[in-house]
């Protein structure tokens, strides 16, 4: 069990350092993009499915609440805790409009948009960042693989160089704290 153990950590590791090298000019344009989003009076919009969405509501909760500093809140959302609203969408429109619908209803000239994916082919991930690019906001992707039809769309696409779901999960919460720690950095 020790052999496998060290094993997962290592790929885990491995991974991080291929994105480091191959991603960081990336993190670094989303970063940007979400400081001057909330520089704007903009709010930060997250959503995705399954482990996705729990990223999605990881990061918020990072924002809104606290990262590393006592500070005041910053506005993001994550499209993925009413299940009323869900539900509803999904009955009455298509699952693959759960997220479109709700950022139509409340996105801002100054937002920007996080869709995360770890296949990058979340049918509902793409339509909300297509409808985000036609409203004219900045759109981030977070995905792995070869990033599917998610980056392709996306403004800043940052691609987890892995097949691995869960080095790609991880990944994409090592970019998320990142994210909002130069935010934190910068805005307080």
Do not use: W
């Not at 910053?74 to 869900?86: M, R």
């Amino acid at each position: 069990m020790k052999k496998k153990i060290e094993s997962i950590l290592e790929e885990s590791i491995s991974v991080k350092k291929d994105l480091l090298v191959s991603q960081a000019g990336a993190i670094e344009k989303a970063a940007d993009a979400v400081i001057e989003s909330l520089r704007s009076g903009g709010k930060v919009i997250i959503f995705g499915n399954g482990g996705s969405a729990a990223d999605s509501q990881h990061m918020a909760a990072e924002l809104v609440g606290k990262f590393l500093k006592e500070r005041k809140g910053v506005p993001a959302v994550a499209l993925t805790t009413n299940t009323s609203i869900i539900t509803a969408i999904a009955n009455d429109y298509s699952y693959d409009e759960v997220f479109s619908r709700q950022l139509d209803a409340i996105a801002g000239n100054n937002d920007v948009a996080v869709g995360i994916s770890t296949s990058g082919n979340a049918k509902n991930v793409i339509r909300a960042v297509e409808l985000a690019n036609k409203k004219g906001l900045v759109t981030v992707a977070l995905t792995g693989r070869d990033g599917g039809g998610l980056a392709k769309i996306a403004k800043i696409p940052i691609i987890v160089p892995s097949g691995s779901t869960p080095r790609i999960q991880e990944a994409h919460v090592t970019v998320v704290h990142i994210l909002c720690q130069l935010a934190e950095e910068a805005l307080f």
